[in-house]
């Protein structure tokens, strides 16, 4: 995912690190007790009781608009099943105005597609002050919807620091639709919060056997994301199907993959992507 940067506004008497995240835990914090299952669906929300779930789109963070204004365009087309579009400027919303970014937001606004800002957490180590310069940024120049919180911290000791800054941001916009990116599983804790948790992001080797922590039960899958690369096209509707089980309806699924040498994951469209969205059609699925 591209990364971040700066006006003032809103910072006044923020002080300080997010909170307490010095030494922030590496659990999960809510994982204990999964279930054994081959998806650790059992109990998972809107899982085996065959209610209709909406399953949605949402775009981690393309390359900037210069290098990829197809993929951009494309996001914008009617009836593409997206539940948001994160955009990233320069590692956050830049040090000034992007035209180049405007112009791939607004087509998205009026297709009704929400997009969010991408914010560093740092793991809990980002500054408030920073981060709420960083939101006024976004909302003055990009007319942003909310907020993904990237490289959230996961653990009960940095839960009061995230909530501080969640309660900062929704004081800025009282409509910001807000994103926690912890990647895994973060204590509980968090889901009151938040409109959404990333509760995984990594690869397809460790998706397809991954595990749902059985208090995400207790919220709609509305409320969870899950991104995933390395997902062969022959495995696509496999990958659909773990993310319906483990109760998670805002996906995105790509291809590409990660890791040393790679690059980014997310920076360019799944080679499947025309398949994926036809595949989600209007989005509801058993």
């Keep these: 995912m591209p990364h971040l940067t700066s006006t003032t506004g809103g910072a006044t008497g923020a002080s300080g690190t997010i909170g307490g995240a ?13 279930t054994g299952t081959l998806w650790g669906a059992t109990g998972a929300s809107g899982s085996a009781t065959g209610t209709a779930v909406r399953t949605a789109l949402g775009v981690p963070g393309f390359a900037h608009p210069l290098v990829a204004p197809a993929q951009w365009a494309t996001l ?15 590692g956050g919303p830049g040090a000034r ?8 937001a607004d087509p998205l606004h009026h297709a009704g597609v929400r997009v969010l800002g991408r914010l560093d957490l740092a793991q809990g180590v980002r500054a408030r002050a920073d981060l709420l310069r960083d939101a006024h940024r976004y909302l003055d ?18 839960l009061d620091g995230v909530r501080r800054v969640l309660a900062d941001l929704r004081a800025i916009t009282d409509t910001a639709h807000l994103v926690l990116g912890h990647g895994t599983h973060p204590h509980p804790g968090y889901a009151e919060h938040a409109d959404q948790l990333v509760t995984f992001s990594g690869s397809w080797s460790d998706y397809r056997w991954s595990q749902v922590a059985e208090w995400t039960a207790d919220h709609p899958p509305e409320r969870f994301c ?7 096209r022959g495995h696509l509707e496999e990958a659909l199907r773990v993310a319906r089980w483990q109760g998670a309806a805002t996906i995105y699924f790509t291809d590409r993959t990660g890791g040393r040498g790679s690059g980014d994951p997310w920076e360019a469209m799944p080679g499947y992507w025309d398949e994926i969205v036809s595949r989600l059609g209007t989005g509801v699925s058993e």
């Design 141 to 158: 120049w990009y007319r942003v919807d909310g907020f993904l919180l990237d490289r959230c911290p996961l653990g009960r000791g940095e």
């Design 76 to 90: 914008a087309r009617p009836g593409t099943p997206l539940d948001w579009v994160a955009l990233d400027v320069a």
């Design 97 to 104: 105005p992007d035209p180049h970014c405007l112009a791939a």
């Design 226 to 232: 899950h991104f995933v690369h390395g997902v062969p």
């Design 22 to 34: 010095t030494g922030a835990s590496g659990t999960s914090g809510g994982a204990t007790g999964a």
